[in-house]
Nanobody, 120 residues
Framework: QVQLVESGGGLVQAGGSLRLSCAAS????????MGWYRQAPGKQRELVAA???????NYADSVKGRFTISRDNAKNTMYLQMNSLKPEDTAVYYC??????????????WGQGTQVTVSS
């Protein structure tokens, strides 16, 4: 079994910064792609940023230039540095990881989510 635990959410004023972390634990042989998603009230969950095992990244247009995704493979941890936050960034942020276990079984896992609230 694999667990993903997010941390770092909170309340911040517009223009401020937050850093989210997602730590993976459990029966992990390797972690492939990882990503941050968010879901605002009444809206569908959307991809914010993704990173491959080799460090390749892609971002939603709405966060380009403001957010930076990174990962520490040795710690099985992913990060999202969020700068110049806007009220429209308010959402529950979820991490996602594609994990291969020691039996070569691969599956996608989700964290429980962390709330980010940006006040105007």
């Amino acid at each position: 079994q694999v667990q993903l635990v997010e941390s770092g959410g909170g309340l911040v004023q517009a223009g401020g910064s937050l850093r989210l972390s997602c730590a993976a634990s459990g029966t992990i042989f390797s972690i492939n792609n990882m990503g941050w998603y968010r879901q605002a009230p009444g809206k569908q969950r959307e991809l914010v940023a993704a990173i491959t095992s080799g460090g390749g990244t892609n971002y939603a247009d709405s966060v380009k230039g403001r957010f930076t995704i990174s990962r520490d493979n040795a710690k099985n941890t992913m990060y999202l540095q969020m700068n110049s936050l806007k009220p429209e960034d308010t959402a529950v942020y979820y991490c996602n990881a594609v994990v291969t276990n020691f039996n070569s079984f691969r599956d996608a896992y989700w964290g429980q989510g962390t709330q980010v609230t940006v006040s105007s």
